[in-house]
């Protein structure tokens, strides 16, 4: 029980500061989707621009956040040693990276598609290499477990993102016309898209002073036998982990090169704004893998890890189940998140929340192998998910354009998931409670179609209708797993 109260605090705490840090940045959406118009293309270069970060976040960390956990906790290795060497590493191929990108501009912009806006790559090519500096500090905070620290940080750089957003998108283009001199000297509406990425580097920038004591009020020392050492457990998750951002990712870096429409852009922004709204589930995930990956790899929980592993899995799985019921159940209230122009791709929510909750149990599946120092495996499966995911998007996006880029979600996860299980129980057996995992899916689903296929006009008493069946669900699992009784009990006892 101390496992899941702690899990559940810490959970509350990443959680919490993740929801309101998605909810916060949630408000850049509706303003993104409002000011710039679905036919301009202009989110879809957003949308765009964002993928390649993500993917090339990925690169410059290279498992070195994972790798920190499993080094902090080997005996006889210094927690501050194993930390210092990490950050003097990644923060040297950071710099590297900036100074390639920076003296390549003239090519790399062009090649990417955007010749005449090369300062969108530069810009968002220092942005990437800090956030890969600070992904340290970060874990650091949560192999400390301080994440106090963490969600202060995480939402100070949302405050100032969104402070900044809505005074260049909002304040200063409603002041702007009449008041050229003033405003003209803060304030290019010729910039236009771009304030999205110069804001997100002045921000990422300011955060890194909140590391002061990370960076400063530790001994730094760098060993390079302890380098070679944790580079050789973490290039299987560089591998991994490119896979799996591509898993997230490649559609919407293919998109413009593989749709043959001249819209390629505009209807990849109605995708990328519809995806925003599924993306809850990528929050929970989130939150549950900051909480629950430092404990399992916590050296106090080993004796227990076959059974705990079993028991975040049942817990992740019902809570996601929940999530998804809940979110369907409000669409038409969410929907409003983005523009009327954005509607269109609402049918993809579902679709990607599936895919969504694949992935969260494809990371809780993988502890087998990074456990075992077989991350090898990891990059494998990853890799097979990410062959299976190009291949949906390639042959069918053509055709049906972004709803195939949903569906190769599924289709991805759902193969790394499965491969990820079977392979699991042969190297590292963990009695995960499947049947009735499966049985909690299934009533998900009945009560998914139900919701779906019962012909309501009104959208209040739709949503009413779907929020009923989202309650029925969430009655049945505390009925099932006596949650009620035990609650009650405890009261008793204390009584």
């Not at 810009?123 to 990437?128: I, N």
């Not at 804001?199 to 300011?206: A, D, W």
């Not at 983005?338 to 929340?353: E, F, H, Q, S, T």
Request: aromatic letters at 14%; one cysteine or more.
């Amino acid at each position: 029980m101390g496992f899941i109260k702690r899990l559940g605090s810490d959970t509350a705490i990443y959680g919490l500061s993740s929801i309101i840090g998605r909810f916060l940045n949630y408000l850049l959406v509706p303003l993104y989707t409002a000011k710039i118009a679905a036919a301009s293309g202009g989110y879809g270069i957003i949308t765009n621009v964002y993928a390649y970060t993500a993917l090339l976040l990925v690169i410059l960390t290279y498992g070195m956040e994972t790798t920190l956990f499993r080094y902090i906790n080997k005996e006889n290795e210094d927690p501050d040693k194993v930390y210092t060497t990490i950050l003097t590493s990644v923060g040297t191929t950071a710099l590297l990276f900036v100074a390639l990108v920076l003296g390549g501009l003239g090519w790399i912009a062009p090649a990417m598609g955007y010749a005449e806006h090369p300062e969108y790559i530069g810009v968002m090519a220092v942005v990437v290499a800090l956030d890969a500096f600070q992904a340290i500090p970060f874990s650091y905070l949560r192999a400390q477990k301080r994440p106090i620290k963490f969600a202060t940080l995480k939402l100070l750089f949302i405050f100032m993102n969104i402070g900044l957003n809505l005074l260049y998108f909002v304040v200063l283009p409603d002041l702007y016309p009449g008041h050229e001199d003033t405003v003209g000297l803060i304030y290019d509406p010729k910039v236009g898209v771009g304030y999205a990425f110069f804001l997100n580097l002045v921000c990422t920038g300011l955060v890194t002073f909140g590391f002061w004591k990370e960076l400063f009020g530790v001994k730094w020392r760098f060993d390079w036998s302890l380098l070679k050492q944790m580079l050789r457990y973490s290039w299987p998750l560089l591998v991994l982990g490119i896979a799996g951002i591509l898993n997230q990712t490649v559609d919407k870096i293919l998109f413009p090169y593989i749709y043959p429409g001249a819209d390629a852009q505009a209807q990849l922004g109605i995708y990328g704004a519809a995806v925003k709204i599924a993306m809850i589930m990528a929050l929970i995930t989130q939150a549950f893998r900051y909480a629950y990956e430092p404990l399992v790899f916590d050296k106090g929980n080993s004796k227990n890890n076959p059974e705990i592993q079993a028991m975040g899995m049942k817990f992740f799985v019902i809570f996601t189940l929940v999530a998804f019921l809940a979110v369907m159940a409000g669409i038409d209230v969410l929907k409003h998140i983005i523009g009327r122009d954005y509607w269109a791709g609402l049918v993809v929510v579902p679709i990607v929340m599936v895919a969504e909750m694949m992935m969260g149990v494809y990371f809780n599946l993988s502890f087998w192998y990074k456990l075992t120092d077989r991350t090898i495996w990891g990059a494998v499966i990853s890799g097979i998910g990410c062959l299976m995911l190009l291949i949906v998007n390639i042959l069918f996006v053509p055709r049906y354009g972004y709803i195939a880029c949903a569906w190769g979600g599924v289709a991805g996860y759902g193969t790394a998931m499965v491969v990820s299980y079977l392979l699991g129980q042969h190297y590292m057996p963990i009695k995960y409670p499947v049947k009735e995992l499966a049985g909690y899916t299934a009533a998900t689903a009945v009560l998914y179609a139900i919701g779906a296929l019962v012909p309501i006009e009104s959208e209040l008493w739709a949503t009413v209708f779907r929020s009923i069946l989202c309650l029925v669900f969430l009655g049945f699992v505390i009925k099932h797993e006596g949650i009620y009784d035990k609650l009650a009990a405890r009261f008793l006892r204390r009584k």
